[in-house]
Nanobody
Framework: QMRLVESGGGLAQPGGSLRLSCVAS????????MAWARQAPGKDRSIIAS???????AYVGPSAGRLFISRDNANNKVFLRMNDLKLEDTAVYYC??????????????????WGQGTQVTVSS
């Protein structure tokens, strides 16, 4: 069974950058679409970016232009680069895996495996 472990969270200043990493174990990385979701305090968790394996097609939600998702298929990793951090980026960030597709997956219900999350706090 696939296991996902996130890293790279922490405290960052407004305007700064962070790169989150997620490593998958348990096999079958090429069978999955990977995604990042976040849950801010008092809000529901939602998918913010996803990337498929077949053609690398990516979806980035409302923060497109500041957030970039990528994957390293050789090392079973997916990354989220966040630039120009804002206070409202403060959240727990989760890595998720969903079924293989040549399109994009954008809903939480599309994804069946989740990591434990990593906290990102943006504060001056």
């Amino acid at each position: 069974q696939m296991r996902l472990v996130e890293s790279g969270g922490g405290l960052a200043q407004p305007g700064g950058s962070l790169r989150l990493s997620c490593v998958a174990s348990g096999g079958g990385f090429s069978d999955y679409t990977m995604a990042w979701a976040r849950q801010a305090p008092g809000k529901d968790r939602s998918i913010i970016a996803s990337i498929n394996y077949i053609n690398g097609r990516a979806y980035v939600g409302p923060s497109a232009g500041r957030l970039f998702i990528s994957r390293d298929n050789a090392n079973n990793k997916v990354f989220l680069r966040m630039n120009d951090l804002k206070l409202e980026d403060t959240a727990v960030y989760y890595c998720a895996a969903g079924p293989k597709t040549d399109g994009v997956l954008t809903e939480q219900s599309d994804f069946h495996t989740w990591g434990q999350g990593t906290q990102v706090t943006v504060s001056s």
